[in-house]
């Protein structure tokens, strides 16, 4: 959400993201929405002031001037019950059109209309290093190189026992999965390294809840824009009960951020306690609506998985949240380096970033059988945008109240860094080697047919 006085300073430059963006919204509509709510406010407010005076008119009164000065009140509290329904149902249409604003890009974001315009900018791989991407032929050489027929992620884990998408579409449907023995403790070695590595980095681990209110939601920016790609909890009420409790909605968070952002929410932080570095490790939910036919075999896209997601609140400075936009790629990156898997960051276009994201990087990591990289992580700075929706503030050492910045990153998500990390280590055994960093979880250096 961006502040409705910066709205109005600035149309020209809402005008483009929205364009630029790709934001189903009417600046116009949304204008003439704040024009008349101002004006409701100002005559509510002007009735409310008339009402005080007559109340303290009124005892000093007797007879024909008090009964004149009752019917005066009478009829100023019926304007103003009318005025205030007005303002109610334009209110409930102006807060609806503010949450859909996007935030204004970075100047170095792409613009683009899609994620075919988003742009590489770095390359790495564990055999040269990092690559210039402009030197084309040498980048095509960067991902992994094999002597032998490649296999996919779901040969190499069927022959090895690792990965079962037969019975988990028996138990839980279309996108279902199991993950069994060594791929089990690779998941969970992943998990504890990334919370280990940015424990030591300063920030505090939460395991977060998953259920979340639809406030929430609204709050990191997922309501009104991605509705469709969250789980609505059914049934609020106890199973058995003979009829469900009339309760709020909760949905199935599809990342730990929206949890460790409303964690602040409505507080007044001091300055000095920032910035403030959040970990959440939780297991995430997203149905994929949009997707069917979309990378259906195996476990690249599925509706149910575990991440390690970083949150950083901090000050309302473009140039402190642009370096920490870069620090928490850094991690992402380093993590990978850990993993010795090839990667590339791309610069995200405007329109493939989301309505509230001020500038953002994706990590792909290679993916043999796939033949591409595939997203692995995603790092976003979204300035004051979500702190605004959820009222999370500080106080300046001069006294000031500012929002604060708020940016997330990807640590790791497994299970589909597993497709990288199975496929980027295949043997011509049909073994898999086990990356050096996960062998004490896994508890070998090489996973072999069963």
């Not at 019917?71 to 009318?82: C, F, G, K, P, Y």
């Not at 500038?359 to 300035?383: C, F, I, Q």
Request: charged share 30%; net charge negative; with cysteine.
């Amino acid at each position: 959400m961006l502040d409705i006085k910066f709205i109005r300073e600035n149309q020209a430059a809402i005008q483009k993201a929205i364009v630029d963006k790709r934001i189903d919204i009417n600046l116009d509509d949304l204008l003439d929405l704040d024009g008349k709510r101002r004006d409701l406010l100002t005559e509510v407010e002007s009735l409310q002031a008339t009402k005080n005076q007559v109340s303290k008119d009124i005892p000093s009164l007797s007879g024909p001037d008090k009964q004149a000065k009752i019917l005066e009140m009478q009829e100023v509290d019926s304007r103003q019950t009318e005025l205030q329904a007005g303002l109610r149902e334009v209110l409930a249409k102006f807060d609806d059109l503010m949450l859909r604003v996007p935030n204004i890009p970075s100047p170095e974001t792409p613009i683009g209309k899609d994620d075919s315009e988003n742009v590489p900018w770095r390359y790495w791989s564990p055999v040269v290093g990092e690559v210039d991407p402009t030197e084309t032929e040498k980048v095509a050489q960067v991902p992994t190189k094999f002597g032998f027929e490649v296999k996919d992620h779901m040969d190499l884990a069927r022959s090895l026992d690792l990965i079962d998408t037969d019975a988990g579409v028996k138990t839980s449907g279309f996108r279902g999965y199991y993950l069994k023995n060594e791929a089990v403790l690779m998941q969970y070695g992943l998990m504890w390294h990334a919370m280990e590595k940015l424990r030591k980095k300063g920030f505090t681990i939460m395991a977060t809840p998953t259920l979340v209110r639809g406030s929430v939601l609204t709050g990191s920016g997922h309501f009104p824009f991605d509705t469709e790609n969250i789980y609505q909890v059914e049934s609020a009420g106890r199973l058995n009960s003979g009829k469900a409790e009339e309760k709020e909605p909760l949905y199935l968070a599809g990342t730990s951020e929206p949890s460790l952002l409303a964690y602040y929410a409505d507080q007044v932080l001091e300055e000095k306690d920032l910035p403030i570095k959040l970990a959440g490790i939780s297991t995430c939910y997203r149905s994929e609506i949009g997707s069917y036919g979309k990378d259906t075999k195996g476990v690249y896209r599925i509706h149910e998985f575990m991440k390690v997601e970083q949150v950083v609140l901090c000050k309302a400075d473009t140039i402190e949240g642009d370096q920490w936009l870069e620090t928490l790629r850094g991690i992402a990156e380093e993590l990978l380096q850990d993993l010795q898997l090839p990667y590339r960051v791309l610069n995200i276009c405007t329109g493939d970033m989301g309505a509230g994201k001020y500038k953002m990087y994706d990590v792909e990591t290679w993916m043999p059988a796939r033949g591409k990289y595939g997203e692995t992580h995603s790092d976003s700075n979204l300035t004051d945008w979500q702190a605004r929706r959820l009222n999370i503030r500080y106080k300046t050492a001069d006294g000031k109240l500012k929002h604060v910045f708020t940016l997330n990153n990807t640590a790791v998500a497994s299970p589909r860094i597993l497709v990288a990390l199975l496929e980027n280590y295949q043997q011509a055994d049909g073994s898999v080697k086990v990356p050096e960093v996960l062998q004490k979880y896994v508890g070998t250096d090489v996973i072999k047919p069963k």
